[in-house]
């Protein structure tokens, strides 16, 4: 059974540019929740992707966005960067989608840097 | 509001001695459901335990228990016979039962194992 796995690992960008990550979730899950967390805090909740559609989102700003593929994989899309962005962005995957035994099954994360 | 709250931001034991993490939380939701996750420098989240709202029994997985007392609102991880490579960053986290299946994380406990 294969993991979470994400890329980049890392990934250094300059204010106003956007950056894409990407995701695969664990074999069998069919829902992904992304997570932005700063340093030295806890992770916050961006949005989740259930079949392909967005299916709950936290507070931020329309320049997040996402995707998701019909192989459960997604993205996460941030245009017009800004220095606060600057974060590990983690993924998750579970099961299903509103079951609350499921666990979420995170990924390796994403580091980016903006400068 | 926060809804969990971990009051110890770095914690301190000896090699093979118990440790308890603390975790509060606030909800007012009936169904819910807690977890701790345990974040290593290298910064993936791995699930450690479950704990359901309407579960009678606490939660126990091999070295690791959940001191649950629902009318205090306190969900605390128990980690017997410390090892050296139980040192990193402890989170605790909520799911509610409404909607999807998004997660509040606390700040996190920095626990240390010492020799």
């Known amino acids: 059974e294969t993991g979470v796995t994400q890329s980049p690992t890392h990934l250094i960008k300059t204010r106003g540019q956007q950056v894409t990550l990407r995701c695969s979730s664990q074999?069998?899950?069919?829902?992904v929740s992304w997570y932005q967390q700063a340093l030295g805090q806890g992770p916050q909740f961006i949005f989740q992707y259930y079949r392909e559609e967005e299916n709950g989102r936290g507070n931020f700003p329309p320049r997040f966005s996402g995707l998701q593929f019909p192989n459960y994989s997604s993205e996460l899309n941030v245009n017009a960067l800004e220095l606060d962005d600057s974060a590990l962005y983690l993924c998750?995957?579970?099961?299903?989608?509103?079951?609350?035994?499921?666990?979420?099954?995170f990924g390796p994360g994403t580091r980016l840097t903006v400068l | 509001a926060q809804k969990i709250t971990q009051t110890q931001p770095g914690m301190f034991v000896q090699e093979k001695e118990a440790v308890t993490l603390d975790c509060t939380y606030d909800t007012s939701d009936p169904s819910y459901g807690l977890f701790w996750y345990k974040q290593p420098s290298s910064g993936e989240m791995i699930f450690l335990i479950y704990q359901g709202s309407y579960d009678q029994q606490n939660a126990t997985e091999g070295r690791y228990s959940l001191n649950f007392q629902k009318a205090r609102k306190s969900a605390n991880l128990v980690i017997s016979a410390s090892q050296l490579g139980d040192s990193a960053m402890y989170f605790c986290a909520m799911r509610e039962g409404r909607g999807y299946s998004r997660l509040t994380f606390g700040e996190g406990t920095q626990l240390t194992v010492n020799p």
């Open positions: 998750a995957s579970s099961p299903r989608r509103s079951a609350l035994t499921d666990t979420q099954y």
């Open positions: 074999s069998g899950h069919n829902t």
